[in-house]
């Protein structure tokens, strides 16, 4: 518990790896279930909520009574956050995996038309768990693009199926997206009284978006998104890249993936903008067959051109690991650390994860959280169980949040010149903890380059943090 309360205080950098609707924890999703209108109900079995448009809801007594009635019902509220989350998932019946995934399903109708609430609560927890930057991964467009692709037949001509989705109107959902980000930060600010002596800590989070391509849509669908990503990453700096989401080991995921490093390869030379970071090697032996572990992070970072990597847990199952882990390193690609997630999902834990081996060769690492809300986990409790069960060391924990912010998707400069060792850039070499102790080069440095201010910050809150001790 005393490492618990020290972690709590640190400063963590960056969460990169967060996806919306799993980082909203259950209890939340049920209040706002039960304010929908028109009512939701829940359906016993399954204990997934449905409309009551569909049909009227039942009685507290019948197999689809209202979702309101979990706000008054002790049990039904404990089954739903137990079906919306990974909670007593050991007595389900269901794999960790499998109560993972499913749970995305269930919750799916309380979430809509809720995006600013819920990157409300996610920037709130951020900033209590000191993190000071996210990039969180959403589905901006409201499915637009899906829909436009669903317009086309597949066809192999990548330049001729991206002309086909610009004349079908993909400007469509760049707008949708834009929309979203429009209101839903306008919502968080008034949720957490931005701009107001009352101001809530996670006004003060710097947060970029990351767009989800669904890697079990049909091809035509995936690269209708992935067009729709890049084009909005051209013109709205808040969507600053786009990642492949879903379970990596589905039978469409799998038979697909290669195709979809291809879309990747060709529509990267084409949008110079967009960043790409990529879930590859979210497996373990026995989900897939052996064959199925040994090219997925390669193929990510040569014809995918992932900067980043999500998991990363099956690197040493890839054909010649050593030799990808030294090419991950001379690449710079860093792997988004998940370990709340891997354990749960995977049953990957302590010796048996790759941590220590990326460490070993020099391969940047940074903890995410992942999908806190499902997990029941935070940013703090990731770093726990870094140090708790892979032994880390205040400053490698230390190194690994400056990391973060090393390989954040933000506009500018970095503040160091040597990103290994953390050696500032010339004109801040000088520069302590004090803003006020700055050259009028570091500061007019720091004014033009985001990415390097932040990173300043860090280190200021560091100073503090350690002062402490």
Request: glycine residues 8%; hydrophobic residues 40%; proline residues 4%.
């Amino acid at each position: 518990m005393e490492l618990h309360a020290f972690l709590r205080g640190m400063p963590k950098g960056g969460d990169l790896h967060s996806h919306l609707m799993g980082a909203v924890y259950a209890e939340t999703y049920i209040q706002w279930a039960a304010e929908t209108k028109p009512d939701l109900c829940v359906d016993m079995k399954t204990m997934a909520p449905s409309s009551s448009k569909d049909a009227p809801c039942g009685d507290e007594k019948s197999d689809r009574p209202p979702a309101s009635l979990a706000l008054k019902d002790n049990a039904l509220y404990r089954r739903l956050v137990d079906a919306w989350s990974i909670r007593n998932w050991q007595y389900s019946g269901q794999s960790g995996r499998d109560r993972f995934f499913d749970a995305f399903g269930k919750f799916d109708l309380a979430t809509e038309g809720r995006f600013g609430e819920m990157i409300a609560e996610v920037a709130s927890r951020a900033a209590l768990g000191r993190v000071s930057y996210l990039e969180l991964l959403l589905g901006p467009d409201n499915r637009k693009s899906r829909d436009i692709g669903r317009q086309l037949k597949w066809s192999e001509d990548l330049g001729k199926m991206r002309e086909e989705l610009l004349a079908k109107g993909i400007a469509a959902a760049v707008e949708e997206a834009r929309r979203t980000f429009d209101q839903a930060e306008a919502r968080k600010r008034e949720l957490l009284k931005c701009d107001t002596p009352q101001a809530d800590a996670g006004c003060r989070v710097t947060i970029r978006y990351i767009f989800q391509v669904g890697r079990n849509n049909p091809p035509e669908q995936a690269f209708a998104q992935m067009v729709a990503a890049m084009e909005t990453a051209n013109v709205d700096p808040r969507l600053v890249a786009l990642n492949l989401v879903q379970a990596e080991d589905t039978r469409t995921a799998m038979s697909n993936f290669s195709l979809q490093m291809r879309m990747l390869d060709y529509l990267r030379a084409i949008y110079p903008k967009a960043h790409i970071t990529l879930h590859a090697g979210e497996l373990a032996p026995g989900l897939v067959p052996p064959e199925g572990l040994r090219f997925h992070i390669r193929e990510s970072v040569r014809k995918g051109r992932a900067e980043r990597i999500g998991h990363g847990v099956a690197v040493m199952y890839e054909d010649d690991p050593f030799a990808l882990l030294r090419e991950m390193a001379q690449r710079n690609v860093m792997v988004e650390i998940c370990l709340s997630s891997n354990d749960v999902i995977l049953g990957v834990r302590g010796k048996q994860h790759p941590l220590a081996l990326y460490l070993k060769y020099g391969v940047p690492v940074a903890l995410a959280t992942d999908d806190e809300g499902i997990l029941r986990t935070d940013i703090t409790r990731e770093y726990l169980k870094a140090a708790e069960e892979h032994g880390l060391r205040y400053t490698q924990l230390k190194a690994m949040a400056r990391t973060s912010l090393e390989h954040a998707f933000i506009a500018g400069a970095s503040f160091w010149k040597d990103a290994k060792r953390f050696v500032p850039v010339p004109r801040c070499a000088t520069a302590g903890s004090d803003k006020g102790g700055l050259s009028s080069g570091c500061r007019q440095f720091l004014e033009s380059n985001e990415k390097a201010r932040l990173q300043w910050d860090l280190e200021r809150a560091f100073a503090e943090f350690e002062g402490r001790y």
